[in-house]
């Protein structure tokens, strides 16, 4: 069993930066692969990234490619979502999950999931 608990949500300006961070529990954190998902209201939940077991591969939705970045760290049990130039349209809530596959862009492939963080990006 993995908890996950995300943190670092909350208001921010168009054009701004947010950090998320996801603390899990257990003692077997590096076996899993780690994702970042975001469901806005009234829409149906979508990949941002992923980032494999050792941090050494990363996956972007296209949207996100070249303003957020994906970052873990095995000793502190955290995997981080760095969100640079924020947009309007990306206000939603942000979930961290754990996989034990490997298709890291697939919500069903992920085994655990946390409560969420709310991200308002404001115009």
């Known amino acids: 069993q993995v908890q996950l608990v995300e943190s670092g949500g909350g208001l921010v300006q168009a054009g701004g930066s947010l950090r998320l961070s996801c603390a899990a529990s257990?003692?077997?954190?590096?076996?899993?692969?780690m994702g970042w998902f975001r469901q806005a209201p009234g829409k149906e939940r979508e990949f941002v990234a992923a980032?494999?077991?050792?941090?050494?591969?990363?996956y972007y939705a296209d949207s996100v490619k070249g303003r957020f970045t994906i970052s873990r760290d095995n000793a502190k049990n955290t995997v981080y979502l760095q969100m640079n130039s924020l947009k309007p349209e990306e206000t939603a809530v942000y979930y961290c999950?754990?996989?034990?596959?490997?298709?890291?862009?697939?919500?069903?492939?992920?085994?655990?999931w946390g409560q969420g963080t709310t991200v308002t990006v404001s115009s």
């Open positions: 257990g003692r077997t954190f590096s076996t899993y692969g």
């Open positions: 980032i494999s077991r050792s941090g050494g591969i990363t």
């Open positions: 999950a754990a996989s034990k596959g490997s298709r890291w862009r697939m919500a069903d492939e992920y085994d655990w």
